[in-house]
């Protein structure tokens, strides 16, 4: 047996629910193409806020399409999404949990930053805006963190070591990693993993506007007229393996995941820190054996906001060196908005695309030059080229950051 820190680990299925569409190639295909999903806001009362726009699931999005209708009053939004994405993902893997004991040797662990928001608004209003003596009798197992990753484990049998990871912009590729580590330690063979969010309420978006962060045009990253972040929504999930139990049942591989990296600034709880972000790259780097010169493109963390874009711009030169000048980077919330603990998730997505089919999405929205952040950030035009290796940044407020490192699969 193979020393268990060096096991291997492989992504052989991948779901999605996003503003570009229901199902991972649809967020994959927009994103390469440079399409947006950001939008007017839709909600009953947009006319009280001060910013009109979000990236948001369609309207067309219909919970009750792949949920048992006995299920669904049990749901939050968040779970919804992370079902019908993780319904995708293990359908593409192929999976049988049926058989033998792999139901007891698959993880699940799903990243989310706020967990059952629309929940937990919709209660709040009936007590405190119509006086309700009663909230609704499911509100606990609706909006209790953990809610999807135990839907997703009674949905499907599975038995291994199952919890929710909550880390705010990073929550998605925290749970990647802490599955990814399930497996290469030996605890899983499998792991359903990922990230699933839906925090566009009311009182959510008022926080927001009052951190004054939020754009009221569009998504800039990296751009000299950036005026501040989207909010999002939607879920990312993935089906890990560990290399071998994949080649065995002859599994179509889309990526391996050959390194991981997580670090924490320890400064400021929103300021970012550019070396602590350069830690964790170094780390993931380390950590999949590559060198720099082997990474071709960056997935950034790319906010939009001032401060965020130009942080992470100096932590990529700290962390490359002279070869950060001949990476393509370029953040696709531009186009899927912010989704806070699901933003790595999507995130992902583009990155699995990006290896497979050697394409780099675009930075949407990027028109004017800013000296402070000066690396190719792959300007409103996806670009061809080959993609060998590469790494999804997440940097969260708290000054956690967690990076993923993938190569082609093998």
């Known amino acids: 047996m193979a020393n268990l820190s060096t096991r291997r680990v492989v992504v ?15 967020l994959w295909q927009g994103l390469r193409e440079g399409r947006s999903g950001i939008g007017p806001l839709r909600h009953e009362d947009a006319d009280r806020l001060r910013v009109k726009i979000a990236a948001q699931v369609p309207a067309s999005f219909d919970p009750a399409a792949n949920i048992d209708e006995r299920t669904l009053p049990m749901l939050d939004r968040t779970s919804e999404f992370a079902l019908h994405a993780a319904r995708e993902a293990i359908t593409q893997s192929g999976l049988d949990f049926s058989q033998g004991e792999l139901g007891l040797r698959t993880a699940v662990i799903v990243g989310t930053g706020v967990g059952g928001e629309t929940t937990q608004d919709e209660q709040s209003r009936r007590l405190y805006r119509e006086n309700a003596q009663r909230v609704h009798p499911l509100s606990i197992v609706r909006l209790m963190t953990n809610a999807s990753a135990s839907q997703i484990s009674i949905a499907y049998g599975l038995r291994g070591p199952t919890f929710a990871v909550a880390s705010a912009c990073a929550s998605a590729n925290h749970a990647i990693i802490q599955a990814a580590q399930m497996i ?18 009311y009182g959510a978006l008022r926080a927001w506007e009052a951190m004054r962060v939020l754009a009221d045009d569009t998504c800039r990253p990296f751009s000299a007229n950036r005026r501040g972040l989207v909010l999002g929504e939607g879920a990312g999930i993935f089906v890990l393996e560990l290399l071998e139990h994949a080649q065995a049942r002859g599994a179509v591989i889309l990526a391996e995941l050959a390194g991981t990296g997580m670090t924490a600034d320890a400064t400021d709880i929103v300021m970012p820190s550019a070396v602590g972000a350069a830690a964790a790259m170094t780390q993931a780097l380390a950590d999949a054996g590559l060198a720099p010169q082997d990474v071709d493109y960056i997935n950034a963390h790319g906010t939009g906001t001032v401060a965020n874009d130009a942080t992470e711009s100096k932590a990529i030169r700290l962390a490359f060196g002279p070869h950060a000048d001949r990476l393509a980077v370029s953040s696709t919330k531009s186009m899927h908005g912010h989704a806070l603990g699901a933003s790595g998730a999507l995130e992902l997505v583009a990155v699995i695309g990006a290896l497979r089919d050697d394409a780099v999405p675009p930075t949407a929205n990027l028109d004017v030059v800013d000296p402070a952040c000066d690396l190719d950030y792959v300007p409103n035009v996806g670009r061809q080229m080959p993609v060998r290796a590469a790494l999804s940044n997440s940097f969260a407020f708290g000054g956690l950051n967690a990076v993923l490192a993938l190569k082609r699969a093998p």
């Open 12 to 26: 052989t299925g991948m779901g999605a629910i996003s503003p570009l569409g229901v199902g991972a190639e649809t």
């Open 184 to 201: 290469r330690y030996g605890l899983a063979d499998a792991a359903i993993c990922g990230g699933t969010e839906a925090c566009l309420t």
